[in-house]
């Protein structure tokens, strides 16, 4: 069965800071990863994905995820975080097997300390 | 504007009340999901269609039913069968093969 972890409930990061938000994933075949982020009380916004190709993958807002096979993860990360980063973050994956079901994370809280 | 919209954003359902969730998308996307969000469970599916007239349940369908009869349009109703229906309800629908886009949202608490 397909699944997605997020091992951090929480992230505290400084402004300034990089931030990683952890994301591992169990898929047979290929994945097709996402993430997105909630702001409170809004849907959820798209930030990046990686279907196939380069391992590092840029997104929106200065975000940037790193595929890696290996250690089947996809780590969203930022060079420096800003305050108004702050909130929830949802890692996906769809599965390979033709139904085009989403399977979602539990999310990661993200607090950007000013 | 392109865009998804639900509403109501916030509704109040009465013990042994049906009531629906609306979700209408103008993006011209084949696919459109249900999930319900609950605090530290991530989103769960309820229902999902792929084309019009047509729809398969999720992996929480039980209590919940939907209909597709316009590309742009599908509600979800939550049956008085559904024991605790309090929660966020979110619409998305696809865009080709990836990534999803959601709507704001629907904010469901019983009284």
New interface residues.
């Given amino acids: 069965a397909q699944s997605v972890a997020q091992p951090e409930?929480q992230v505290k990061v400084a402004e300034g800071n990089p931030l990683t938000v952890k994301c591992t994933y169990s898929v047979s075949g290929n994945p097709?990863l996402?993430w997105?982020v909630q702001y409170p009380?809004?849907?959820?916004?798209?930030l990046l994905?990686y279907?196939t190709g380069d391992n590092l993958v840029k997104g929106s807002y200065g975000f940037e995820a790193e595929f890696n096979k290996s250690q089947t993860s996809f780590h969203l990360k930022k060079p420096s975080a800003l305050v108004s980063d702050s909130a929830l973050y949802?890692c996906a994956v769809?599965d390979n097997i033709g139904?085009?079901?989403?399977i979602?994370?539990?999310?990661t809280r993200l607090k950007v300390l000013a | 504007d392109g865009g998804?919209t639900?509403s109501p954003k916030y509704l109040f359902r009465k013990e042994g009340q049906n009531v629906t969730l609306s979700c209408e998308q103008n993006l011209n996307h084949d696919?459109m999901?249900w999930?319900r969000q609950d605090p530290?469970?991530?989103?769960?599916?309820i229902y999902?269609s792929?084309i019009v007239n047509d729809f398969?349940k999720?992996d929480i369908a039980e209590g919940y039913s939907v209909s597709r009869e316009k590309k742009e349009s599908f509600p979800l109703t939550v049956t008085s069968a559904q024991k605790n229906p309090t929660a966020?309800y979110?619409c998305?629908s696809?865009k080709d093969?990836?990534?999803?886009?959601?709507?704001?949202?629907t904010?469901l608490t019983v009284l």
Avoid at chain 1, 41 to 46: A, E, I, M, S, T
């Fill in positions: 409930d097709y996402f997105y009380n809004r849907g959820l916004q798209f994905k279907i949802f769809r139904t085009y079901k989403y979602f994370g539990t999310g | 998804i639900q696919a999901y999930y530290g469970q991530g989103l769960r599916l999902y792929q398969q999720g966020f979110l998305a696809r093969l990836y990534e999803q886009f959601f709507g704001p949202g904010r």
